[in-house]
């Protein structure tokens, strides 16, 4: 059994700063690539950015350089450094990993319960 489970959201105003955090446990062989989406309300859940196992990044150009992704492969931690943050970037924030439960194929996608960021005008 894995888990993700997310940390770190609330409510901010606007221009203010956030951090996600995101803590795998349970079985792990490995961990993949991982990665943050988020869902506002009435909208489909979109990709925020993503990271490989050897740090690599992506970022969607709605957050490009306001967020950054970052990882701790020693504690199986993935996080979220939000800054300057805007109204439309309210939304449930969600965490997910490729995870490698045995040291051989298939690898699954797990995904954090999400955690609500509020960014107030």
């Known amino acids: 059994q894995v888990q993700l489970v997310e940390s770190g959201g609330g409510l901010v105003q606007a221009g203010g700063s956030v951090r996600l955090s995101c803590a795998a446990s349970?079985?792990?062989?490995?961990?993949?690539?991982m990665a943050w989406y988020r869902q506002a309300p009435g909208k489909q859940r979109e990709l925020v950015a993503t990271?490989?196992?050897?740090?690599?990044?992506n970022s969607a150009d709605s957050v490009a350089g306001r967020f950054t992704i970052s990882r701790d492969n020693a504690k199986n931690t993935v996080y979220l450094q939000m800054n300057n943050l805007k109204p439309e970037d309210t939304a449930v924030y969600y965490c997910?990993?490729?995870?490698?439960?045995?040291?051989?194929?298939?690898?699954?996608?797990?995904w954090g319960q999400g955690t609500q960021v509020t960014v107030s005008s």
């Open positions: 990271i490989t196992s050897r740090g690599s990044t």
């Open positions: 997910n990993a490729r995870i490698s439960t045995r040291p051989f194929p298939p690898e699954y996608d797990y």
């Open positions: 349970g079985r792990i062989y490995r961990i993949n690539d």
